[in-house]
């Protein structure tokens, strides 16, 4: 299998879940409101697409593997990142668990960089602020607070 291929197969998986677990969401209860399943449903489909793309377009056959180790390793490390940023997001909220995130992810891309970790910071914060200023203030949109704050 191709790296394409076998990309197009995780993106595939991926969308399917998205999809699945958002349809167990809760409806909205306030009329006229699009409700909590809108943007999750297009990152899903976005996902479902992408996905069948690549496994359409994935390539001719390969002799090496799709993936070195060194790559699923890389993988793990940024899955572990994101994992952890959704369950501290859980307990304190979205501000925080954002900024070390989107810092820590910035580390690890720019790493083979030499980009400094106080531009990473900056980014982060930045980034953090600017989405939090557009779903709070302009889409009226609360983001997580977390259970201790």
Do not use: H
């Not at 958002?22 to 306030?30: G, I």
């Amino acid at each position: 299998m191709t790296k394409d291929r076998s990309t197009g197969l995780i993106a595939l998986a991926l969308g399917i879940g998205v999809a699945f677990l958002t349809s167990q969401f809760p409806a909205s209860s306030m009329a006229g409101d699009i409700g909590p399943k809108v943007f999750p449903y297009i990152s899903a489909g976005l996902l479902i697409i992408c996905g069948l793309g690549l496994l359409v377009t994935g390539g001719k056959k390969e002799d090496k593997p799709a993936y070195t180790p060194k790559q699923l390793a890389r993988l793990g490390r940024i899955s572990a990142v994101v994992a952890g940023y959704c369950v501290l997001m859980v307990f304190v909220g979205y501000m925080p668990s954002t900024v070390i995130g989107t810092f820590v992810l910035s580390v690890m891309f720019g790493k083979n960089r030499n980009i400094p970790w106080y531009r990473s910071l900056i980014f982060s914060v930045i980034l953090t602020a600017a989405v939090f200023y557009i779903f709070e203030k302009l889409f009226v949109l609360p983001l997580p607070r977390g259970m201790f704050f």
